[in-house]
Structures are given as C-alpha cells and as structure tokens.
C-alpha cells in the first residue's frame, strides 16, 4: 500500500491531528473540571424547578379561572345564586369556630 503524499503533507496531517487532539484533551478537561459539573447539575435543577414551578402556576391558574367561572359571568357580575349560598356557608362555620373557641377558653 504505496503513500502518495509528500513528506510535508504527512507532516502537516500529523500537526492538524496533534492540535484536533489537544482540543478534545481540553474539552474533557472541561467537561470533568468539578466546577463544571456543579454548574451542569445546578442547571438541571434549576429547570426541573422551573418546569415544575411553571406547571404548578398554570395548574393553579386553571382552578382559579374554574373557581372565578363558577361565580361570575362571562360579562363580570357576581352569580348571586352561587355566591350567597356560599358566603352563608363560610359565615356559619366561622360562627361556629368563634364559639367553639370561646367555649373551651371558659
């Protein structure tokens, strides 16, 4: 098997092979460096928090626009027929928290 390239060529194949090695060498270095570990691991966690935190406001955005669309129309006046019912509800229980506090405060 007969090489048909020229001494320099050869050599200068070796030199861009020496210097293409050198910077996977450094890349390695880098990607092992314990710095750039910590860096990549706090990303990752930083964006599964992000994710999760984002997924957490949009499930919690979809309750309150349910909750809201139960209560008030389309046009923005309060359903009465829901709403006293339920402001009767929460007034009564708070009643009866009040006197059961007073109760075994005596």
């Known amino acids: 098997m007969s ?3 020229t001494p ?11 210097d293409l090695l ?13 710095k750039t570990i910590i860096g990549d691991a706090k ?10 935190a984002g997924r957490a406001f949009v499930a ?3 309750l309150l626009t349910d909750v ?11 359903r009465l027929e829901r ?3 339920v402001a009767l ?7 009866l928290l009040a006197l059961s506090t007073r109760k075994r405060k005596v």
């Open 89 to 95: 509800a929460v007034v009564g229980v708070v009643g």
């Open 68 to 78: 809201r669309a139960r209560f008030v129309h389309h046009d923005g006046a309060p």
């Open 43 to 52: 990303a990752r966690v930083a964006a599964t928090v992000d994710h999760t």
């Open 22 to 34: 050198a910077e996977t060498l450094d890349e390695i270095g880098v990607r092992v460096h314990p």
């Open 8 to 18: 320099a060529q050869i050599e200068a194949d070796i030199v861009r092979r020496r």
């Open 3 to 5: 090489d048909s390239r």
């Open 60 to 62: 919690a955005n979809r």
């Open 83 to 85: 709403v006293v019912p």
